[in-house]
């Protein structure tokens, strides 16, 4: 599948900006430095994630951006840098996090055409990345492996998922009922006297066929548990368990909720 990477001189680089601005000078030094030998590389990546990320917000330069991150990444997986994969697939799960709770942005059809078809190979090397570094991912720390992780939810599952558990820090679930106007901004995953308002899920492991990616707590799930990481996993459980609503009754997940709650049409009708 083909993508093409925005010319520098396109006008389109003023137009669609990043929090702080015109983000084209941060992405020139990571294509200009194959290398990575100059100080500013690192810093001109951690600046552009921070533009295209911060607050958690959908910015347009993202579809400018993508394609280079893709760029970058093909040379790292040529490198078999384990590191820089992550990072760049982190950066890119976060983005697409951040745009499913977005309004649309107006831009050209070929510009969110050709960043369409980045992410569908993203979607692809993301798989790779995990079946050729299992044993590397299994070392990282529980945040670093947490982080990624959760970047690998929003590409290859559910975006709107992914952005309410980052948001939660994947410790509180502030929900809301989708029959009445109850909510509950208390729930803590992390006080027992909480989770006891939740059913928790099955773990339902040993049930993924390891290719599927209908169900997303079926392979999520069983995805942490082939990284290792129980701690996830158990939380997991209670994103995905059931709540009963005590104002009406209603029963629902607590991650649908969750989504509920982030929802511009409960939002507003606060």
Wanted: glycine share 4%; with cysteine; hydrophobic share 35%.
């Amino acid at each position: 599948m083909e993508y093409e990477l925005i010319d520098f001189e396109s006008d389109f680089w003023e137009r669609y900006r990043g929090a702080y601005g015109n983000i084209k000078e941060w992405v020139q030094i990571l294509v200009q430095d194959t290398q990575r030998q100059q100080e500013s590389y690192q810093e001109a990546f951690d600046n552009l994630s921070q533009s295209i990320t911060h607050q958690m917000s959908f910015y347009p330069a993202t579809y400018l951006v993508v394609p280079y991150l893709l760029e970058l990444l093909n040379r790292m997986q040529q490198q078999h840098d384990f590191d820089w994969q992550c990072k760049i697939i982190e950066v890119v799960g976060t983005c697409l996090a951040t745009q499913s709770q977005e309004y649309p942005v107006e831009v050209e059809k070929e510009l969110i055409e050709n960043y369409q078809r980045c992410v569908n190979i993203f979607k692809e090397k993301t798989k790779q990345l995990i079946a050729c570094y299992q044993a590397q991912l299994k070392q990282l720390d529980w945040n670093t492996k947490n982080y990624f992780e959760t970047a690998v939810l929003s590409i290859l599952g559910d975006s709107q998922a992914a952005f309410a558990i980052i948001l939660s820090g994947w410790t509180d679930c502030n929900i809301a009922c989708k029959q009445c106007d109850f909510y509950d901004e208390n729930l803590d995953l992390e006080i027992e006297e909480q989770r006891q308002k939740i059913i928790p899920a099955d773990t339902l492991m040993d049930k993924w066929d390891n290719q599927s990616l209908q169900n997303t707590y079926l392979w999520f799930c069983n995805l942490l548990h082939l990284l290792g990481d129980e701690k996830s996993q158990e939380k997991l459980r209670y994103y995905y368990g059931t709540y009963t609503c005590p104002e009406c009754g209603k029963q629902g997940l607590v991650i649908e909720m969750m989504k509920h709650y982030l929802s511009d049409e409960w939002q507003d009708a606060q």
